[in-house]
């Protein structure tokens, strides 16, 4: 176990609808970085949250959206879902920005129907 | 950009024997380097990870990786596969100095057969 946890494990969404998706990262650790895992492919990065700023943006459009909070926790926020939004999505926390270890949740399985 | 390539996308061996498996990243500049495994049903986890110094670096479970600068390639080796490694296998890098993401390669599932 990492000590990273992600929730829900798996949701079912509509087209058009918004979610919100929870990481806890692993005590001690102040940077989460949040990744997008479609079928077949490798993670790709979304964005990174260190000591609540963002800190790094992938090619994702503005309707991904984050927020950090003060115990380092974070959300992911998709708006105006896609059914190409429906992938897994990973969160990693590190002990800093610079991600030279990161330690990943089991995931949150998005279906957008 | 940078990326990348991961050139085995499914690997079948049988027990005790050998696996390398190719990845090859694109950009020119100073790179970390690492080999992440998902287990299946389990989360990802860091097998190995380069930074500077020796070129060969060993990981868990015996495996071992080594960078090539002038090919820009860190295949990943195992003298002697067992079941337990089947799984799905994940190059990455992070660009030193120019950013934090950790990029991905596609993954190469192993199925190692008895």
């Known amino acids: 176990e990492t000590g990273v946890t992600q929730s829900p494990t798996h949701l079912i969404k509509t087209r058009g609808q918004q979610v919100t998706l929870r990481c806890s990262s692993q005590s001690g650790h102040n940077t989460v970085s949040w990744y997008q895992q479609a079928l077949g492919q490798g993670p790709q990065f979304i964005f990174q949250?260190?000591?609540?700023?963002?800190?790094g943006r992938g090619n994702f459009p503005p309707r991904f959206s984050g927020l950090q909070f003060p115990n380092y926790s974070s959300e992911l926020n998709v708006n105006a879902l896609e059914l190409d939004d429906s992938a897994l999505y990973l969160c990693?926390?590190?002990?800093?920005?610079?991600?030279?270890?990161?330690?990943f949740g089991q995931g949150t399985r998005l279906t957008v129907v | 950009a940078q990326s990348v390539s991961q050139h085995n996308h499914h690997v079948i061996l049988s027990e005790a024997a050998s696996l390398e498996l190719g990845c090859n990243y694109s950009?020119?500049?100073?790179?970390?380097l690492f080999w992440y495994v998902q287990y299946p049903g389990q989360h990802l986890q860091l097998l190995l990870k380069?930074?500077?110094?020796?070129?060969l670096v060993k990981g868990i479970k015996g495996f071992e990786a080594e960078f090539i600068k002038s090919k820009f390639s860190f295949n990943l080796r195992k003298p002697s596969v067992q079941w337990s490694d089947t799984a799905e296998y994940f190059c990455?890098?992070?660009?030193?100095?120019?950013?934090?993401?950790?990029?991905f390669g596609t993954g190469t599932q192993l199925k190692v057969e008895l």
């Open positions: 950009y020119g500049g100073t790179v970390n």
């Open positions: 990693a926390s590190s002990l800093d920005s610079t991600n030279t270890e990161a330690f």
């Open positions: 380069y930074f500077s110094g020796d070129p």
């Open positions: 949250y260190y000591r609540e700023e963002e800190n």
């Open positions: 990455a890098v992070i660009l030193t100095g120019g950013g934090n993401k950790l990029t």
